[in-house]
């Protein structure tokens, strides 16, 4: 399996038609990769008369691929700022 790490990052605000608080803007940081290695089952395409062994997560549902090429994404910190209305 394939790792990303990530931080996210939300700012929340309120608004005269939403009362309540809500994300408005979202950002994603990528702090770290943890590769899975090599594909455990290629698959063979075939194109006219070409044939071709790609790794099967260009290929394959994400059910139906390997565990080196299933990709998971970890949540390492999710900070969220509040910006109050302006008096």
Known sequence: MT?????IEQV???C????????YDTRRTVIDVIPG???RTPVTVRCG??????????????????GACRIIVTQHTITTW??????
Not at 16 to 23: Q, S, V
Not at 49 to 66: F, K, S, V
């Open 37 to 39: 290695g090599e594909c």
């Open 3 to 7: 790792i990303h790490v990530v931080d």
């Open 12 to 14: 929340t605000h309120t």
């Open 49 to 66: 008369d070409t044939t071709a062994t790609i790794a099967c997560h260009r290929h394959e549902p994400a059910d139906r691929q390997c």
């Open 82 to 87: 509040h910006l109050s209305e302006a008096a």
């Open 16 to 23: 005269p038609a939403f009362a309540e608080a809500h994300p």
